[in-house]
């Protein structure tokens, strides 16, 4: 399955964005979607990670209480919601699958091309 991010745009800082994941395929319940992040000069990082079966999730401390992830089943789509964002939130988004709940960039694969938000101060 292959996945693919989009979403993104420029927003100003304490603005909001979505941003959605769709899979070209099933996505099956055994699987975890994970959003990361890379910003110019940096290494991609966590952002978010959703556990398909059961909609359980974790967050990078950076983000916590601000961003949430989301998915349509049946649609095969997750989603990143993104509020109160800040200058340092800008960066390309990916998100990719792995068959576990962790935060190891490592793990995950059908990684997609990613989408790109600035966030303006």
């Known amino acids: 399955v292959q996945l693919q991010a989009s979403g993104g745009g420029l927003v100003q800082a304490g603005g909001s964005l979505r941003l959605s994941c769709a899979a070209s395929g099933r996505i099956y319940s055994s699987s975890v979607i994970g959003w990361f992040r890379q910003a110019p000069g940096k290494e991609r990082e966590f952002v978010a990670a959703m556990r398909w079966s059961n909609t359980n999730t974790k967050y990078a401390d950076s983000v916590k209480g601000r961003f949430t992830v989301s998915k349509n089943g049946a649609e095969n789509t997750a989603y990143l919601q993104m509020n109160s964002v800040k200058p340092e939130d800008t960066a390309v988004y990916y998100c990719?699958?792995?068959?576990?709940?962790?935060?190891?960039?490592?793990?995950?694969?059908?990684w997609g091309q990613g989408t790109q938000v600035t966030v303006s101060s």
């Open positions: 990719a699958r792995s068959s576990q709940f962790t935060m190891q960039t490592t793990e995950y694969s059908n």
